[in-house]
């Protein structure tokens, strides 16, 4: 009988266009699928709560159609035990681009070498490998237009695979519950409304990608800002999760657009620019590993932030008194997901207005986001405080309730995750302690009770964070 290959699923968690499965799947032997929860190897980075949440669900509907064995611990051990408990001949995995992930791949490696199995990593996380794509200079990239000039000009990505014919393994194998791994939160059950937003999942990921197609794609370019319409993907988790793969995004939207005949392509371009943001977060953690930590640009690590406790909480909790910035927190709270526009403004808010660390915030986003990414969080988070390669200048401070009014003008996203505030005319939506004592009162909004004053007045605060910044030796 021929040795079972044992394929390791990392963020690659589907059948389809998957070429580590599809290589398992064709040494002809068994396939064993193992998933190793490794909370030890990312270290502070371990996995967060909404993360967690979406773990599980996304396991659990992978197991109705592959036979998963579910282990816990340092991903190299429990291969190396599970090399030697199965007798598999080979190991089949998916890169991964984190700044561990490198050498844990090589401990892998190492593994397979004592127990004697061949080892094979594959792409497939990404459009194309971060170190394929350099400049002229052959350097990487620090801009994004130039870089994704340079990923169009590669060329379409590859073909997709199709699911490939696999028997799963029918012998013995220890393998932990998936209930036993308390991924689920227990009390308070935060996780409650979560699931009426997603279904994770291979067949949800593609699901959501046929709707986005059907009615998202066409408004796309003109809309994409505006967190009171419902038009982007909202793909982010599953690619994450590599619940779909980037290459079967780009050659649906490819499809849809041919099929128009023109009428797609601005919103077509738009939409693939930003699956190239992703590739461009992933090519600069991928030469720049401190990215989550440090500062891009190091004159920013003397950047005089202040400790701020109390105003770090009331931002978490949607409570700063800026209708969307805490419209944004707390959309965050409830459905593990916030729309671009308003993580930018919910961002700059916290970095610039409380000259609070960003990375206190990517901390928070690390445990609510359900598409919570290393890789797309740091740069996102450098970008906004303005010491990421290629960031908004740290001058730009937006104004959230210019923001507000620009891109939910009627209140409609406001009114949605702040009820509280529900019943206030459209002018003082986004400015309620502008609001005359009578409006308010009819409105059901006593300010300080039911909806807080603002924690800081928005034109002082922008006054401190320059002045903060001419403080700062090399930032101008
Ligand atoms: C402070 C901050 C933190 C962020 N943290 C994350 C994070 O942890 N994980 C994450 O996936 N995205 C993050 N983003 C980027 C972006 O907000 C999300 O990718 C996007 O909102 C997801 O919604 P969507 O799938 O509807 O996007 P769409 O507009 O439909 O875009 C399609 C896909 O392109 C990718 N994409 C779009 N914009 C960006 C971007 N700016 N950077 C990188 N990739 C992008 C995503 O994979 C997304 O699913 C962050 C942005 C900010 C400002």
Redesign the pocket.
Known sequence: MTSPSLYWLRNDLRLTDNAALTAAAAAQGQVIFLYVLDDETPGDWRLGGASRWWLHKSLEALSATAPLVLRRGAADKVIADVLTESGAAAVHFTRDYAPWSGALEQRVKAACEAAGASCHRYGGFLLQEPETIRNGSGEPYRVYTPFSKACFAAGEPRPLKPVPKFSGWTGKLKSDRLAGWGLLPTKPDWAKAMAAHWTPGEAGAAARLKD?IADGLEHYADE?DRPDRDV?????PY??FGEISPAQCWHAVRAAQLAAGGKLDKAAEK?LK??L??EF?YHLLHHWPTLPEKPFRPEFSAFPWSKNPKGLKAWEMGRTGYPIVDAGMRELWVTG?M??RV??IA?SFLIKDLLIPWQD?ERW?WDT?V???IA??A???Q??AGCGADAAPYFRIFNPVLQGEKFDTAGTYVRKWLPELARLPDEFVHRPWEAPALVLKAAGVELGRNYPHPVVDHAKARDRALAALKETKGIQ
């Open positions: 986005f994409r982007t993907s909202r793909l982010s690619l994450h939409f930003e699956v943001w992703r977060s997901i729309h671009n993580r930018m961002a915030g986003f986001l598409d919570a990414d797309s969080n740069a996102s988070w970008w906004v």
